[in-house]
Nanobody, 114 residues
Framework: QVQLTESGGGSVQAGGSLRLSCEPP????????MGWSRQVPGKEREMVAR???????IYSDSVKDRFSIFRDNTMNIVYLQMNSLQPEDTAMYYC????????WGRGTQVTVSS
């Protein structure tokens, strides 16, 4: 079982920023891709951002130009930098890491007030 350690959630006002971090137990390069999804109660989980082993990044249209996913190869951490946060970004954010199997973190709450 792969345990992903997430941190960085919290509460901010609209227009603010937060940075989420995700650390796997082994090398981030042992996974084909890592990323973040989010979920609001009563709705399906939504893909937010992904980063592939080779460095390709993909974002959902709702966060493109505001969020940035990147990795610190030395610290073995994948980050999600979230700028210009809006109330609709309020959700539980989950880190995931994929090989043949997808592993999920426990989630970190992000709350944006207007």
């Amino acid at each position: 079982q792969v345990q992903l350690t997430e941190s960085g959630g919290g509460s901010v006002q609209a227009g603010g920023s937060l940075r989420l971090s995700c650390e796997p137990p082994g090398s981030i390069f042992s996974f084909n891709l890592m990323g973040w999804s989010r979920q609001v109660p009563g709705k399906e989980r939504e893909m937010v951002a992904r980063i592939f082993r080779g460095g390709l990044t993909i974002y959902s249209d709702s966060v493109k130009d505001r969020f940035s996913i990147f990795r610190d190869n030395t610290m073995n951490i994948v980050y999600l930098q979230m700028n210009s946060l809006q109330p609709e970004d309020t959700a539980m954010y989950y880190c995931f890491a994929s090989t043949e199997t997808t592993y999920w973190g426990r989630g970190t709450q992000v709350t944006v007030s207007s």
